[in-house]
């Protein structure tokens, strides 16, 4: 199941077979062992490429319930034994820095063996990765509404800068930018990561010409070019005025948004204790709200 899965989202039994670190002949036999056993056939390959069958398909959705539950049941029995996650999931809106959550990996090192893994997710993809199940905690912009069975708690706030490069014609307009005159400029967001759940949009007005792309350091990239205008963290977009490298929009307002520390209340182990309560009072953002 873990190698159905990794072809699946690796899209080679090659890729696969790297990131198993396992031979690709070695997936091959295990598959075709599989076949044999189940007298049934994963993999279709007629073509170039091979594709899951049907049959396939259904191994592989179910496969990856099973294998999401095995690993729920021997990290709760984890849990019960010593009160420590195996592994503990923390997802984080692409705005902010990954970095920033080093120092707490590091000194939950120092008391636990729990595994950690620093998942990034854009607007709804926070919420539905929390909802699903597939992060424990949640450090994001503050929402609209929250999910009635998720606590949240403020830890902080960061400021968003209208920014574009240089040589972007917006710097030649005069007056406010506001939507009307936003609404003429093409916008560089990043791409919602949700799955399921209807995607979110922040500061992207109807019909206005969008360019998405699929992380922070891409939506620089193209601010950079002159590709468009957008927002961005002012300890992000500060350094890269000070370079010469995008220029702040003049008559904008700078955006100020809460961030938020969230949880499912019925699921708690130490580690997610513990990680709750540090985020609470060493979070980064806090030395450098304004």
């Known amino acids: 199941m873990h190698i159905l899965d990794a072809i699946d989202r690796r899209g080679s039994f090659a890729a696969a077979a790297n990131e198993l670190d396992r031979a690709p002949s070695s997936l091959s036999y295990q598959i075709q062992k599989l076949e044999q056993d189940l007298d049934i056939t994963i993999f279709d390959r007629s073509g170039h490429k091979a594709r899951f069958t049907e049959a396939g398909k259904l191994i592989l959705e179910r496969g990856r319930m099973i294998l999401a539950a095995t690993e729920k049941l021997v990290n709760d029995a984890s849990v019960l034994a010593n ?9 984080l809106d692409g705005i902010l820095s990954v970095e920033d959550f080093f120092p707490m990996v590091e000194e939950l090192g120092n008391i636990s063996s729990t595994r950690i893994r620093l998942q990034e997710e854009i607007l709804a993809g926070c919420w539905e990765s929390l909802e699903q199940g597939r992060a424990d905690l949640l450090v994001c912009p503050k929402p609209e509404s929250i999910p009635q069975d998720v606590k949240a708690e403020s830890i902080g706030s960061m400021t968003m800068v209208w920014v574009a490069s240089p040589e972007h014609y917006v710097h030649k307009r005069s007056g406010v930018l506001d939507e009307a005159a936003r609404a003429k400029y093409r916008v560089v967001a990043i791409a919602d990561s949700a799955r399921e759940q209807p995607a979110m949009t922040v500061n992207i007005l109807h019909k206005q010409p969008t360019l998405t792309v699929s992380n922070l350091a891409a939506k620089v990239s193209a601010l950079k070019s002159g590709l468009g205008i957008g927002t961005l963290p002012r300890t992000v977009a500060e350094p890269l005025i000070q370079q010469g490298s995008l220029k702040k929009i003049a008559d904008t307002h700078d955006l ?35």
């Open 83 to 91: 009160g420590w996650e195996l592994d503990i999931t923390i997802a």
């Open 256 to 290: 100020k948004i809460d961030i938020l520390l969230a949880w499912k209340r019925n699921q708690m182990g130490e580690a997610k204790s513990w990680c709750i309560q540090y985020l609470k009072k060493n979070w980064p953002m806090n030395n450098h709200n304004n």
